[in-house]
């Protein structure tokens, strides 16, 4: 069983950085796209930033320029370097992955980042 387990979570004063990291088990990494999610109270889950297998990356409009998304296939973790956080950042951030064999996604627990103003 694919196992995702997000760390780095917490609270955080506005303008402050945060960085989340995802160690993944059983998942053929290198191969699958890599992505952070986010919910807020109230709000649909949605789409932070996301790795391919090859490096590409994209964003949420909300946080380009602020967030940055790595991967290190050699330690099968995904990290999310968080800056200039502001309120609106507050949410769960949910680690995601999508296997390259069987196309089946995966998620973790999720880890609460609050970003106090």
């Known amino acids: 069983q694919v196992q995702l387990v997000e760390s780095g979570g917490g609270l955080v004063q506005a303008g402050g950085s945060r960085r989340l990291s995802c160690a993944a088990s059983?998942?053929?990494?290198?191969?699958?796209?890599m992505a952070w999610y986010r919910q807020a109270p109230g709000k649909q889950r949605e789409l932070v930033a996301a790795?391919?297998?090859?490096?590409?990356?994209n964003y949420a409009d909300s946080v380009k320029g602020r967030f940055t998304i790595s991967r290190d296939n050699a330690r099968n973790t995904v990290s999310l370097q968080m800056n200039s956080l502001k309120p609106e950042d507050t949410a769960v951030y949910y680690c995601?992955?999508?296997?390259?064999?069987?196309?089946?996604?995966?998620w973790g627990q999720g880890t609460q980042v609050t970003v106090s103003s």
């Open positions: 995601y992955a999508k296997s390259a064999l069987t196309h089946v996604d995966f």
């Open positions: 059983r998942l053929t990494f290198s191969l699958s796209t």
């Open positions: 790795i391919t297998n090859s490096g590409s990356t």
